[in-house]
T-cell receptor
Framework: GAVVSQHPSWVICKSGTSVKIECRSLDFQATTMFWYRQFPKQSLMLMATSNEGSKATYEQGVEKDKFLINHASLTLSTLTVTSAHPEDSSFYIC?????????????FGNGTRLTVT | GQNIDQPTEMTATEGAIVQINCTYQTSGFNGLFWYQQHAGEAPTFLSYNVLDGLEEKGRFSSFLSRSKGYSYLLLKELQMKDSASYLCAVRDSDYKLSFGAGTTVTVRA
C-alpha cells in the first residue's frame, strides 16, 4: 500500500490564486521530504528539499517566494503555489524515505496535477 | 551536476525481453535507481544498485558499471501491464536524486 499520501490528486484554479498541496508520510516519520515537478513527457525535476522544523532548501531557478514549503511536523509537508499562472500547470510529486538512512530509496506520493486557467 | 541519458522509446512483444540502457555523468555517485511510471501516476521504485554487478528481482534485473557510468534495466517475460515509462535516477554525494527523461516502453500483443 501507499506509504506517502498526497492530496489533492488534481486541482484546477484560476490565475492569480494560491493552491496548497499536502504530503503525508503514513506510519513513519519523515524528517526530510522532497518536492518534484514534472512537465508532460519530461523528467522529474527536484524543486526543493523540505526539512522538518527548518527552512526548505530550494534548487537553483526555483522561486522560494512563489513555492512556499512548510514542514511543521514529522509526517506532513505542504507546498503552496502562490499567485499561480498557467505556466505553473504541471504534475507535482512529493517523496520521502521510509527510514532516516540516506541510503534508502525514495517513495513517491501519487502526485497532484495542477491546472491553472 | 548530473547528466543522465536513456532512450526515449522502445517497443517489444509480449513475452519478450527488453533492455533499457542508461548512461550518466555525475559529480559524485552514490547509487542508481530505476523507477516505473505509468501515465498520470507517480513513479514506483523498482531497483537500486550502488555496487557493480547485477541485481535480480523477479522479472526485473538491473546492472551497474560505475567505471563506465552505465546501467541497464532488463525486463523479462514482458506483460502488457509493463507498458510504462522507466526512469533512471542517479543519487549524488549529497543524496540528491536526479532523473533521466525516461524511456517509454510499449508492449504489443
Amino acid at each position: 500500500g501507499a506509504v506517502v499520501s498526497q492530496h489533492p490528486s488534481w486541482v484546477i484554479c484560476k490565475s492569480g490564486t494560491s493552491v496548497k498541496i499536502e504530503c503525508r508520510s503514513l506510519d513513519f516519520q519523515a524528517t526530510t521530504m522532497f518536492w518534484y515537478r514534472q512537465f508532460p513527457k519530461q523528467s522529474l525535476m527536484l524543486m526543493a528539499t523540505s526539512n522538518e522544523g527548518s527552512k526548505a532548501t530550494y534548487e537553483q531557478g526555483v522561486e522560494k517566494d512563489k513555492f512556499l514549503i512548510n514542514h511543521a511536523s514529522l509526517t506532513l509537508s505542504t507546498l503552496t503555489v502562490t499567485s499561480a499562472h498557467p505556466e505553473d500547470s504541471s504534475f507535482y510529486i512529493c517523496s520521502a524515505r521510509l527510514t532516516p538512512a540516506d541510503s534508502s530509496p525514495l517513495h513517491f506520493g501519487n502526485g497532484t496535477r495542477l491546472t491553472v486557467t | 551536476g548530473q547528466n543522465i541519458d536513456q532512450p526515449t522509446e522502445m517497443t517489444a512483444t509480449e513475452g519478450a525481453i527488453v533492455q533499457i540502457n542508461c548512461t550518466y555523468q555525475t559529480s559524485g555517485f552514490n547509487g542508481l535507481f530505476w523507477y516505473q511510471q505509468h501515465a498520470g501516476e507517480a513513479p514506483t521504485f523498482l531497483s537500486y544498485n550502488v555496487l557493480d554487478g547485477l541485481e535480480e528481482k523477479g522479472r526485473f534485473s538491473s546492472f551497474l558499471s560505475r567505471s563506465k557510468g552505465y546501467s541497464y534495466l532488463l525486463l523479462k517475460e514482458l506483460q502488457m501491464k509493463d507498458s510504462a515509462s522507466y526512469l533512471c535516477a542517479v543519487r549524488d554525494s549529497d543524496y540528491k536524486l536526479s532523473f533521466g527523461a525516461g524511456t517509454t516502453v510499449t508492449v504489443r500483443a
